[in-house]
């Protein structure tokens, strides 16, 4: 199952902030938080495992709220770095299948 | 350490013809996933190979078929190739699944002709 994520496409300036959203249907295990810039292969940014526990990059923020299967990744003080697709990823609940949403689309200006 | 390589890195085919994607992980992971990359569809997954042995697969034709070495090395093929099977095609790997980072190769970009 799919998550959906949201917003689709989000633009913004230098030190704004952002919140992009991921939520499923289903029973969570974990979620998985990825940044692909144009042309480069995904990179993992951090991943939130029911139960709190988190890996991942200091500077970055998310949040994983395990009853209502959705999380939330925080960016904040965009800069023009920050600009790319972000994924999310869910592997359900007894399940070890890493599937992920359809992407946001994040640009920042200068 | 080096990172996770495929080969080749573009390919142009036929419809109908098959073709063989590489992938080589980093030294030491067990697991490499393979994504099929669409504009607007994500990252779709495909399957997951560990310890020579599939364990996951996503909801695609049974086309697509891959396999794990004993290297870890992991390919993919795909059979009778439809125009449709055009993207970008990733694999990553890690230590022993999804509990651990995913490190992404550069991808083969696939056209179908």
């Known amino acids: 199952q799919q998550p959906v994520q949201s917003p689709q496409a989000v633009i913004l300036r230098e030190g704004e902030d952002a919140v992009i959203n991921c939520s499923s249907s289903k029973a969570l295990y974990s979620v998985h938080w990825y940044r692909q810039k144009h042309g480069e292969a995904p990179v993992f940014l951090m991943i939130l495992l029911k139960g709190g526990e988190q890996k991942g990059h200091e500077k970055i923020s998310a949040s994983f709220n395990e009853k209502k299967q959705q999380s939330s990744l925080y960016l904040t003080a965009s800069q023009l770095s920050y600009s790319g697709t972000y994924f999310c990823?869910?592997?359900?609940?007894?399940?070890?299948?890493?599937?992920f949403g359809a992407g946001t689309i994040l640009r920042v200006k200068s | 350490k080096a990172g996770v390589t495929q080969t080749p890195r573009y390919l142009i085919k036929t419809r109908g013809q098959q073709v063989t994607l590489s992938c080589s992980p980093i030294?030491?992971?067990?697991?490499v996933s393979w994504y099929q990359q669409t504009p607007g569809q994500g990252l779709q997954f495909l399957f997951e190979y560990f310890s020579e042995t599939q364990r996951n697969k996503g909801n695609f034709p049974g086309r697509f078929s891959g396999r794990q070495f004993s290297n870890s090395r992991s390919e993919m093929n795909v059979s009778t190739l439809e125009l449709g099977d055009s993207a970008l095609y990733l694999c990553?790997?890690?230590?022993?699944?999804?509990?651990?980072?995913?490190?992404f190769g550069p991808g083969t970009r696939l056209t179908v002709t």
């Open positions: 990823g869910t592997v359900e609940e007894y399940g070890n299948k890493l599937v």
């Open positions: 030294s030491g992971h067990r697991s």
């Open positions: 990553a790997s890690s230590l022993a699944g999804t509990d651990y980072e995913q490190y």
